[in-house]
T-cell receptor
Framework: AQSVTQLGSHVSVSEGALVLLRCNYS??????LFWYVQYPNQGLQLLLK??????LVKGINGFEAEFKKSETSFHLTKPSAHMSDAAEYFC???????????FGKGTRLSVIA | DSGVTQTPKHLITATGQRVTLRCSPR?????VYWYQQSLDQGLQFLIQ???????AKGNILERFSAQQFPDLHSELNLSSLELGDSALYFC????????????FGPGTRLTVT
């Protein structure tokens, strides 16, 4: 069965500092990997995705993530945090197209001025 | 704006009652997914419909049911409601069977009193 582990339910960074949100997955087949962001009282917005090809994927708002098969990881990074990045971030996995997503428990990112 | 709409935005009802949540997918998307988000369980997949047919079932209670209509909108019916059913219910839609990008609606917040 697929599962997703997000290390750290809450991460706090200073404005301008590096953002690193960790995601590890377990899957018996090559996965499709996603990061979503949820702002308060809103739905989930797709930040970026990995399906095949280049392992470093760039998303919206300056975020990027790298798929590392040997480490079964898909960590999310951003070089410089902005106050507007404060939100809940979810890592998700599926093993093929047209299938449900399995989500991690989420990481709440706080940005300190 | 993801293009996925959900109504109502908020719903407050009493235990034992029945409610219907509605979702309109993005134009052209054939798949509709329902997810439940709660503090203790996180984001959990409930059920998927593809072009009017049930495609996959997740952790959906027998008291819950769903359907997708010919115009591709979907309804999630929740009956004999319990306090523990209070949660955010999200609908997501997708078209791309290769990349499995799912676009989420703003959600319906259900409060059972």
């Amino acid at each position: 069965a697929q599962s997703v582990t997000q290390l750290g339910s809450h991460v706090s960074v200073s404005e301008g500092a590096l953002v690193l949100l960790r995601c590890n997955y377990s899957s018996s087949v090559p996965p499709y990997l996603f990061w979503y962001v949820q702002y308060p009282n809103q739905g989930l917005q797709l930040l970026l995705k990995y399906t095949t090809g280049a392992t470093l994927v760039k998303g919206i708002n300056g975020f990027e993530a790298e798929f590392k098969k040997s480490e079964t990881s898909f960590h999310l990074t951003k070089p410089s945090a902005h106050m507007s990045d404060a939100a809940e971030y979810f890592c998700a996995v599926s093993f093929s197209g047209n299938t449900p997503l399995v989500f991690g428990k989420g990481t709440r990112l706080s940005v300190i001025a | 704006d993801s293009g996925v709409t959900q109504t109502p935005k908020h719903l407050i009802t009493a235990t034992g009652q029945r409610v219907t949540l509605r979702c309109s997918p993005r134009s052209g998307d054939l798949s509709v997914y329902w997810y439940q988000q709660s503090l203790d369980q996180g984001l959990q997949f409930l059920i998927q419909y593809y072009n009017g047919e049930e495609r996959a079932k997740g952790n959906i209670l027998e008291r819950f049911s769903a359907q997708q209509f010919p115009d591709l909108h979907s309804e999630l019916n929740l009956s004999s409601l319990e306090l523990g059913d209070s949660a955010l219910y999200f609908c997501a839609s997708s078209l791309n069977r290769v990349s499995n990008e799912q676009y989420f609606g703003p959600g319906t917040r259900l409060t059972v009193t």
